[in-house]
């Protein structure tokens, strides 16, 4: 069992940043890999970034060179530095971790892009 809880949504102008952290419990030690999905309204939840054990990264396109992942072993902590957001970066964002071929999710952050 992992247990997610994301922080650091929020309300930001177009250009701005912030900065997501998903804090892990449980299991974690056996997960292997976390990442961030987003859910847009009307849309389907997508891939935003996931770093698998190994330490290897994936970006959706649409992030690619604005958005980096991160974590920090030593506080079980996954981050999401989001930089240059537009208003297409809205959405829901859940932090996922996979365990035993296993999705567990967090409960989800919103950040809304707006001026």
């Known amino acids: 069992q992992v247990q997610l809880a994301e922080s650091g949504g929020g309300l930001v102008q177009p250009g701005g940043s912030l900065r997501l952290s998903c804090a892990a419990s449980?299991?974690?030690?056996?997960?292997?890999?976390m990442g961030w999905f987003r859910q847009a309204p009307g849309k389907q939840r997508e891939l935003v970034a996931y770093?698998?054990?190994?330490?290897?990264?994936i970006y959706a396109d649409s992030v690619k060179g604005r958005f980096t992942i991160s974590r920090d072993n030593a506080r079980n902590t996954v981050y999401l530095q989001m930089n240059s957001l537009s208003p297409e970066d809205t959405g829901v964002y859940y932090c996922n971790a996979v365990l035993q071929s296993v999705d567990y999710w967090g409960e989800g952050t919103l950040v809304t892009v707006s001026s």
């Open positions: 770093i698998i054990s190994g330490g290897s990264t």
């Open positions: 449980g299991s974690i030690f056996r997960v292997s890999g």
